[in-house]
């Protein structure tokens, strides 16, 4: 689902195309549903590096909790995928902001952004919009306390130019602007390509609603839930429709409540830019076990309460 006027008339023949197309299909079709977030949190990210130091500097320098709530909260009103998120990220860091409040971004603005928790409440039974909203928090918070508790990664210096703003004209700021925008775009979109493309192929190979149909509370249709939420990729906040969709033929709710924080959270693509940004894998790598083992965990509960 993507703001009213973003998706062009585009029809794909899924059911008649070659099986090799199929990959290339499912990439455009997403790309046509988020282009519009893709830009957004692009020029978010160009924003951050042009202008977030001279405001935040101090209040999202260190892996504090305070720096991580701060963090959260400007994630809070930021409707991205997880896609979306890592190119916000890759601006944070570029713009000096340390690891535990970029993290918190990156996890916060998919996971916990007030239209997801709206919307959850509207759409789904109000167990699971308590879970969404319940593990929203959790994974925001608790995904950068967890992971920077295990892993350093060192902080970027503050930019020079962030320092002496005041004095510069308009024209100038949006050169700057624009220009930090296409820095941080040519670095992400070839990886977030490469990865939807990956995922695409997934799509391809399995049926997701036949596996729905085979995912009851058992634990390893928890498990199965979780790791293939944890990998796919999906427009902001249509993990809710997917989850109601699903429950309808069939899935049982420990699966659901699985989906309903792995699928928004992280994906491969945003995990592969996260490694790529911090230049650690090792690092993407713990943040997916953290939020497999939390949709796992949230799985096993909630099928049992």
Sequence with gaps: MTPIGTRFPIVLDFHHAPQWLLPFYHTLDYLNAVWFTTILGLFIAGAVVAF??????????????????????????????????????????????????SLTFFVTAPALNLVVILLAF?????????????????????????????????????????????DQPLDEMLRRWIGHTWDIAKAVIPLLLIGLLLIGLFKTVFS????????????????????VGTILTVPTFTEILWVEEFMRQGMGIGPAAALLITLPAVSFPSLWVLGKVVKSYRTAASLAIFILGLGMISGIAFAWI
Excluded: W
């Design 52 to 101: 977030l130091p001279k405001m935040l500097q101090n209040r999202l320098r260190g892996n504090g909790l305070a720096q991580q709530l701060a963090g959260m909260v400007l994630g809070l009103p930021n409707m991205l995928c997880s896609c979306c998120a890592a190119g916000a990220f890759a601006g944070l860091r570029k713009a000096g902001v340390s690891f535990g409040p």
């Design 122 to 166: 509207e759409r789904l039974p109000l167990k699971l919009a308590v879970a969404r909203l319940v593990l929203g928090l959790v994974a925001s918070i608790g995904a950068a306390y967890a992971v920077t508790k295990f892993i350093r990664v060192e902080d970027e210096p503050v930019p020079s130019s962030s320092r002496s703003q005041d």
């Design 208 to 227: 997701l609603e036949t596996i729905a149909k085979h995912l009851g509370n058992g634990f390893l249709s928890i498990a199965l839930a979780s790791a």
